[in-house]
């Protein structure tokens, strides 16, 4: 099976899904017939204004039927128990109050509904030089009601990014060597 049928694998077409923060990527598009929002930092627009300088396909962008300023996503959509499920892909590590953010999943969930995600694998990626967050960092996080990252969290993922080669993300048989992205002194 491979990553997409999984994320997919309880995520039917017959079913009203959410897709957050597809990008230049969705997993269930519009265009192969499912019945999904999508909800990303920006309208389409400037989604393939964003990502045309990186040769990505951005035919693929779709619609976005929601545009996230940091308000709690059941908010932002206004209505609650509409969805049979949630995609979220490569997104929960840039969510900076998931406490807050499964709670607006589950409010925007039916009660039989699915949240799938796909969580990157730091061991594998530019975050390998971070420290993984806390458990004290997600309930700080919460208790501020944080809508953006910590300045401190920002920093660390600036001065932190590295790539091995030319590698942002790479396998497990991957060689070369490691260096950061962002180069400071």
Not at 89 to 104: A, G, K, L, Y
Request: charged fraction near 25%; hydrophobic fraction near 35%; include cysteine.
């Amino acid at each position: 099976m491979n990553r997409r049928s999984k994320i997919l694998e309880h995520c039917k077409k017959r079913g009203t899904g959410l897709e957050i923060g597809p990008s230049f990527n969705p997993i269930a598009p519009k265009s192969e017939g499912y019945d999904v929002d999508v909800l990303d930092h920006a309208t389409a627009d400037e989604l393939k204004a964003k990502y045309a300088p990186h040769g990505v396909d951005i035919t693929k962008i779709e619609p976005v039927d929601f545009v996230w300023k940091g308000q709690p996503i059941d908010e932002l959509v206004g209505r609650v128990g509409i969805y049979d499920w949630i995609i979220i892909s490569h997104v929960i590590e840039h969510v900076p109050d998931i406490i807050s953010f499964f709670r607006s999943c589950s409010n925007l969930l039916k009660p039989d509904g699915i949240l799938s995600l796909a969580i990157p694998d730091k061991r594998y990626c530019f975050d390998f030089f971070r420290w993984p967050t806390s458990t004290g960092d997600v309930l700080q996080a919460w208790t501020e009601k944080n809508n953006r990252h910590r300045m401190g969290a920002v920093f660390d993922h600036l001065s932190l990014a590295c790539k091995k080669g030319e590698q942002h993300a790479w396998g497990k048989m991957h060689y070369g060597k490691f260096s950061f992205v962002h180069d400071f002194f």
